[in-house]
């Protein structure tokens, strides 16, 4: 079970719990009926009772992460008092789960680390007594003074080709469709001092491209509608050659089969082989998530990034001049090192990444986490802080769990809104200013419309700018061209269409017609009433020249009066055209 309790934005989905269907996956071949559910903590209770005693469950397991620990601890007893079950928890918390745990929530076992074979010899020693607790590497339970013991640290699964695909028709509960979601390796050769994975799993193992389509193919067999492909992988571009066969199976399934994709990459190995940018981006990939974190070389030294800021210029002005369509990546506020001249820092960098990237880079702001293992977390007072008592507890990263030398709670606050806003304030800027290409704007709209990928930019800009909104969403439903786009020869035949209702958007009130301060003419303001869609240009003519037949020579002065007007118009985003 992988549950959250209903909080915006931190919803179990998914993405969330991919590995328990790998798990179930493992279990189903083994011979056992395992199923998985994912949802909301008020939601356990009925799922339980209608399928421990239908289904006749030997053990109930949950997937503890950085959020949800308080909400496991609180099911395990429910759980263990109510029927009585073994009680198993894992996930990516479970390395900082101990004796206290075991006493606070009565659950029998902790799995640690991958949990494939863990668990299958777990459930043979349950249901048939077969083997020993202390044989079991990767497992812990309580001793019989309380004391956690352990079988020992496993080694994660080397052949990952030899696993199963996940067992999405596992699922309890859920009508979504799976297999958007696919990890195509395992570990990290980085340290990054904040976070998880790169603390507990240095090897790298890597999937055969020829196994990773595979699940893609039976993936989009089962899900028709299935568009759109998220590869989880924080390594994914650390094999330039691997990136390469990967692109060039997308390419041949994409003449198929109309997807697009996700990945992460590292910027340093990126910044080395930018090539793979155009690769990617010829094989569909629409949006790439890079780890910033900062724009302190000295911060970014400190976590252990390997990358400097003149390499993560160098990885999003490659991205955009390769025409990847969005790019993705968060700063860390209260952070080491952080101070109002660091922070100052950062948001100078942010403003300038957005200018490299107007309209395609978005930028998120997080509180630093302390994630159990890592190295902030192990000693953090090396790092210039102080991980706040049951930090986990306290925050949905709405409030931050660590304390900085020198920085109140309210100071780190006001940097992470401070950070935002300037941000927005660019964002803003750049879009008043015309700074962001068409062409931009308008594959932000084809990712949404096409994908459901929705940036930033998208939500946040472009949506909420009435004129440019509906006027791209014509354009790119096909339903309507630009004034650029029709042909020159044709024009007389084509249809202006406003992109507003006049109601809601002309200011009236001084007795003359006004849109965001612009003073429309009596010639502007009619034409912009003529352009209803419902009318060719030639007939639009026809009206106007009946209302302005004396300030104009004939109607061919009248015309190109008009065109300019309507040139103009569609610089504002006012109108577009149509053939019918």
């Given at each position: 079970?992988?549950?959250?309790r ?28 395992p ?40 099911l ?40 494939e074979?863990t668990?299958v ?80 799993k ?14 893609i193919?039976?993936?989009l ?63 569909g990939?629409?949006r ?7 724009g302190?070389?000295q911060?970014?030294?400190i ?25 993705a ?7 080491p090192?952080?101070?109002e ?27 630093l ?10 000693a953090?007072?090396?790092f210039?802080?102080k ?35 300037r ?20 594959s932000?709209?084809?990712a ?15 949506k ?23 042909p ?30 612009y003073v ?31 300030k ?5 002065e ?5 065109a300019?007007?309507?040139?103009n118009?569609?610089?504002?985003r ?7």
């Amino acid at each position: 079970m992988n549950v959250k309790r209903p909080v915006s934005g931190l919803n179990a989905g998914p993405v969330d719990c991919l590995g328990l269907f790998y798990l179930a996956a493992v279990l189903e071949n083994k011979g056992y009926d395992p199923w998985v559910f994912h949802g909301l903590t008020s939601d356990v209770p009925d799922v339980l009772e209608k399928n421990i005693k239908e289904k006749n469950v030997a053990a109930v397991g949950f997937s503890c992460d950085y959020q949800n620990r308080s909400a496991v601890e609180e099911l395990c007893r429910y759980v263990k008092n109510k029927y009585g079950v073994a009680v198993i928890v894992g996930g990516p918390q479970a390395v900082a789960l101990g004796a206290e745990f075991f006493k606070e929530s009565g659950c029998d076992y902790i799995v640690r680390g991958e949990a494939e074979d863990t668990l299958v010899e777990l459930l043979e020693l349950i249901t048939q007594s077969k083997g020993g607790r202390e044989l079991i590497k990767g497992l812990c339970w309580p001793g019989e003074d309380g004391a956690l013991m352990t079988g020992g640290e496993r080694e994660p699964a080397g052949d990952l080709d030899s696993l199963p695909f996940p067992a999405y028709h596992r699922a309890l509960g859920s009508n979504r469709s799976y297999g958007g979601t696919i990890f195509t390796g395992r570990g990290c050769p980085f340290s990054c001092a904040f976070c998880y994975q790169s603390n507990h799993k240095k090897k790298v193992r890597l999937r055969s491209v020829e196994n990773v389509m595979k699940e893609i193919a039976a993936n989009l067999d089962k899900n028709p509608d299935l568009k759109y492909i998220t590869v989880m992988d924080d390594t994914f571009t650390l094999n330039p050659q691997r990136v390469e066969e990967f692109c060039g199976a997308m390419n041949k399934l994409r003449i198929k089969r109309n997807i697009a994709w996700y990945c992460e990459g590292h910027v340093r190995t990126i910044a080395r082989h930018p090539e793979m940018l155009k690769m990617m981006a010829g094989a569909g990939l629409l949006r790439l998530q890079i780890g910033v974190e900062s724009g302190c070389r000295q911060i970014l030294d400190i976590y252990g990034k390997n990358t400097t800021p003149e390499e993560i210029e160098f990885v999003v002005s490659e991205a955009v001049r390769c025409k990847i369509p969005q790019i993705a990546t968060n700063l860390i506020i209260g952070g080491p090192l952080e101070s109002e001249k660091t922070s100052e820092e950062t948001i100078a960098f942010a403003e300038k990444l957005l200018n490299i990237a107007p309209g395609i880079i978005d930028i998120t702001t997080g509180f630093l986490r302390p994630y159990p293992g890592t190295a902030i977390s192990n000693a953090p007072g090396s790092f210039g802080l102080k991980i706040s008592e049951a930090a986990e507890i306290r925050s949905f990263d709405d409030y931050p769990p660590v304390s900085v030398d020198g920085l109140s709670a309210e100071d780190i606050i006001a940097n992470r809104v401070r950070t935002g806003r300037r941000i927005s304030k660019t964002m803003r800027g750049l879009l008043n200013e015309n700074k962001i290409p068409y062409e931009t704007i308008l594959s932000q709209y084809a990712a949404a419309r096409e994908y459901g990928v929705t940036s930033m930019w998208y939500l946040d800009a472009f949506k909420r700018n009435v004129f440019l909104d509906e006027y791209f969403r014509l354009i790119s439903s096909g339903a309507a061209v630009r004034m650029a786009g029709v042909p020159e020869d044709e024009f007389p035949l084509w249809r202006p269409q406003r992109t507003f209702e006049i109601w809601r958007i002309v200011d009236m009130r001084n007795g003359y017609p006004r849109i965001d301060g612009y003073v429309l003419s009596p010639l502007e303001f009619e034409l912009l009433l003529h352009s209803s869609g419902k009318t060719t240009f030639a007939e639009v003519l026809e009206g106007l020249y009946r209302i302005f037949a004396d300030k104009f020579e004939g109607i061919d002065e009248l015309a190109k009066h008009a065109a300019r007007l309507l040139k103009n118009f569609d610089s504002r985003r006012w109108v577009v055209f149509c053939k019918v």
